[in-house]
């Protein structure tokens, strides 16, 4: 859906496509933030219908574009790793949401609830700015980018299947965040000794009882954790 040509034609616009014109960019509708395309692919024994909705479209491909290469080329990058990617078995959390990665482990797929979708939703503009102003600032952030939203759909029919017929069948959904990998390149370099936390700010169950090397932990095991290694910051980087 990010090769289309519908996709950059909308990015070029000043209006994105409505969800009722899939891939149609729609000039002078600047409140659209959001581009839906569909695509269509055909195999010897069915048809693949697919949608694809790319949410702050133009935000995130800026940031894509500076986290990235630079020089408008993160797309396109971002498009090469994820071309292929491996289920991964994440530790840590208790959602039992599907994660995937990047064959090159760049990046890593989040499946997302519709509530956590909501929640971002609202967040996102507040988040974007940040991020954008610790790239403009050389602000230091320990904040794991998010790259990009998109909730994408899938529907199979049979050839030969009549435009009746095929309305009745349910589209599958999925909400999936691309997030950085933190480990990107370093796995040769990271000590044994390392721990990893999963921290969302809250109390609980965010507690891993005899926690393996290497597993993920959470907020109490951190809070336990500076109580004998507690963190020295700077007041410049407390602000």
């Not at 797309?75 to 071309?83: A, F, K, P, T």
């Not at 980018?145 to 435009?163: A, D, P, V």
Request: include cysteine; glycine fraction near 6%; proline fraction near 4%.
């Amino acid at each position: 859906a990010l090769e289309s040509s519908a996709y950059a034609a909308a990015l070029e616009d000043d209006g994105f496509p409505s969800d009722d014109a899939p891939g149609a960019a729609h000039p002078g509708n600047a409140t659209k933030r959001h581009v839906r395309l569909e695509l269509d692919l055909d195999s010897p024994t069915c048809k693949v219908d697919i949608s694809c909705k790319v949410y702050f479209a133009a935000e995130f491909d800026k940031l894509r574009n500076r986290y990235c290469a630079g020089g408008g080329k993160g797309r396109e990058e971002m498009i090469g790793s994820l071309r292929r990617c491996k289920k991964w078995n994440a530790t840590g959390g208790r959602s039992s949401a599907a994660f995937l990665k990047s064959s090159d482990e760049r990046f890593i797929l989040k499946e997302i609830s519709r509530r956590e979708q909501g929640h971002f939703l609202q967040a996102a503009p507040a988040y974007l700015e940040f991020v954008q102003a610790t790239m403009d600032e050389k602000l230091p952030s320990c904040l794991a980018k998010i790259l990009g939203m998109f909730k994408i759909g899938s529907r199979r029919t049979k050839h030969g299947t009549s435009q009746a017929q095929a309305a009745k069948v349910k589209w599958t959904t999925q909400v999936i965040l691309v997030m950085e990998n933190l480990f990107f390149q370093e796995s040769h370099t990271v000590p044994p000794t390392l721990r990893v936390f999963d921290l969302k700010g809250s109390s609980r169950n965010r507690f891993v009882k005899e926690a393996k090397r290497g597993e993920v932990q959470m907020d109490d095991n951190f809070h336990a954790y500076i109580q004998h290694s507690p963190f020295y910051l700077s007041e410049e980087a407390k602000r």
